[in-house]
Each structure stands twice: as structure tokens, then as C-alpha cells.
């Protein structure tokens, strides 16, 4: 599958590619990336994405999921905001097919059963980018299973939220982003607790175990953004459940931030031009093992 909002100047898909099948949304773009899981039983992966507009526009096609065999909209439901994130897929209902959880901006993280379509679980429905504010949330990033936190037999979700948009540029007087901990079956708060630099979030957070010996949980996050600099931080998921992250042992130290220093100066301005500018981390990360010897890399957008 190829999404785009342009057509490609180098690269023309009818000389690489045969076309089973393809689907346009008018005045939408597609914001997040698409994951693919059978949602109707016949063997057949379907694929489910969010979309959106500008930012603060509703839409009536935010969520979608299409047949992976016809191309055919299986079901499609309202966002009030651009969904960005990506699914993450997990049996939430019992009936063996994968539900999705989806994320966005304006506090959207929802719970989806994947057969049917229907809401599962709203974290908080109802209100726009002003109330969200309100009530101390900004974008949801994408959320990383980690085990049962609740005693209800389902692995729970870390999510970082945190960004204000709004926000004029350099403006450091910015909401303060913070890490959660959510029920995946019922999409209840079971912790929270703010970065320890005071910055917001736009990076999704990652948990993992760095070593199979390890006990607990680490949980690796950034701070900053477009045009103030942050932070690259671990954190466990005892302090998380805990409600601190200001543990000093956690933080990341050298290595980490040399990286950053790489990083952080790079920035592409609308006229296509590299200048030096402080940035800080944002959205997309993963925890990848390149060596597949249990070693603990990973790759960050800045
Ligand atoms: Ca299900
Ligand atoms: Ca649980």
C-alpha cells in the first residue's frame, strides 16, 4: 500500500507495481501508518489507518479499515481530529478477531472492535482541542503494550500525551507532557505522571525490557519540540505506576545526548533549505534489536 498527498516527481508506480486494487479519499489525507490484520476471517489481512484534515477539523472519515481483499471500506467512523497515530492491535472483546487501538490529536485514544467497527472505549469523548486543554490533554502518541497492570488478565498500555500546538514558537511556557498507564480493556486511567523537565512530549514512549533478566519494565521517552530543545529519558514502570519520574538514576546520560547534539540541529525550513535550529524529539520511535543478540538499539525522529 502507498499513501501520499502528492504525485511522486521519481517515482512512477505503473513500472513497479500491479494494482490489485485502489481507493481514494477525497479532501482527507492519511496521517498515520496503516497496520494490517484479518478482520473478517478469510485469510486475508485487512488494513486499518486513521486520517484527517487540518488540524481542529472534524471529519467524517477519521478511522477506517479497508478489505485487503477487494479494497472495500469494511468500516469507517468520525474523528474530531487528525488521527495520527497507528493501530495497535489486540483481542480486546474475546471473539478472536484483533479490536484497535487508535490515537490523535485532541485527546483521542479509542478502543475499536475490529469485526464490527463499533467504540469499545472512548479515554475521553466529547470534546474538542479547547476542553481537552482543560482538562491537562494534548495529543495522544502511539501507546506500547506491556503486561497486565489491573488484574483483569489483559496486557494494559503506556502512552505518552502532551503537545500543544497552539503554542507560538520558542514560547517555553508550555503544559507540561506526561506518561500514562491505561487499562486496554476498559480504557481507564491506572497512572500518570509528568516528565521531569517540565517540557511537553511529542514522542511516542517506548517499553520494553532491555534485558530478558530484567524484573521491570524500561520506558524510554523525549521532551522538547519544533523549536525548543528536550530531553532523551528512561524511566521504569515502577516509577511510572508509582506516579514519579524524577528519579535521577533514570535518565539517560552521555551517550544519549551526544546523540541528541546530532540530532537536535538539523531543521528543513518551507523553503527547503537545512539550517542549524534546537529541536526536540518527537513522534515516531521503536525499539528494534538490529544485532539479535539481545542488545537494545533504537532510531528517533527529530
Ligand atoms: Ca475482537
Ligand atoms: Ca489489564
Not at 472483546?93 to 479490536?99: A, F, I, Q
Not at 505522571?193 to 530478558?212: I, R, W
Not at 523553503?271 to 528517533?300: A, C, R
Request: charged share 20%.
Amino acid at each position: 500500500m502507498i499513501s501520499c498527498q502528492q504525485t511522486p516527481r521519481h517515482f512512477n508506480p505503473d513500472d513497479h507495481l500491479e494494482t490489485v486494487w485502489s481507493i481514494e479519499f477525497d479532501d482527507i489525507g492519511i496521517y498515520s501508518s496503516p497496520r494490517a490484520t484479518d478482520l473478517t476471517g478469510n485469510g486475508i489481512k485487512d488494513l486499518i489507518f486513521g486520517t484527517g484534515k487540518l488540524e481542529m477539523m472534524e471529519t467524517n472519515i477519521g478511522i477506517v479499515a479497508i478489505s485487503g481483499e477487494t479494497g472495500n471500506i469494511l468500516w469507517e467512523l468520525p474523528a474530531r481530529d487528525q488521527v495520527f497515530g497507528s493501530a495497535n492491535l489486540i483481542d480486546i472483546t474475546g471473539d478472536g478477531v484483533d479490536d484497535v487501538i487508535i490515537n490523535g490529536r485532541a485527546a483521542m485514544l479509542t478502543a475499536i472492535e475490529g469485526a464490527t467497527g463499533e467504540i469499545i472505549w472512548e479515554f475521553i469523548s466529547g470534546v474538542d482541542y479547547d476542553s481537552a486543554k482543560e482538562k491537562g490533554l494534548f495529543n495522544f502518541y502511539n501507546p506500547q503494550f506491556i503486561p497486565d497492570q489491573n488484574g483483569d488478565g489483559m496486557s494494559d498500555i503506556v502512552v505518552a500525551n502532551g503537545g500543544d500546538f497552539m503554542a507560538p514558537p520558542y514560547n517555553p511556557d508550555r503544559p507540561t507532557g506526561k506518561l500514562m498507564v491505561i487499562s486496554t480493556r476498559t480504557g481507564e486511567l491506572i497512572s500518570e505522571a509528568h516528565v521531569p523537565d517540565g517540557q511537553e512530549t511529542y514522542m511516542s514512549a517506548v517499553a520494553t525490557k532491555l534485558n530478558e533478566e530484567d524484573e521491570d519494565y524500561t520506558i524510554i521517552y523525549g521532551t522538547g519540540g519544533e523549536t525548543l530543545g528536550g530531553n532523551l529519558f528512561r524511566t521504569t514502570l515502577s516509577d511510572l505506576l508509582n506516579g514519579d519520574l524524577s528519579n535521577p538514576q533514570s535518565f539517560l546520560f552521555a551517550q544519549i545526548r551526544e546523540i541528541l547534539a546530532l540530532f537536535n540541529y538539523r531543521y528543513h525550513n518551507k523553503n527547503g533549505n537545512y539550517y542549524l535550529k534546537k529541536m526536540g524529539l518527537q513522534v515516531g520511535s521503536q525499539s528494534i534489536d538490529y544485532s539479535h543478540l539481545g542488545s537494545f538499539q533504537m532510531e528517533i525522529a527529530c
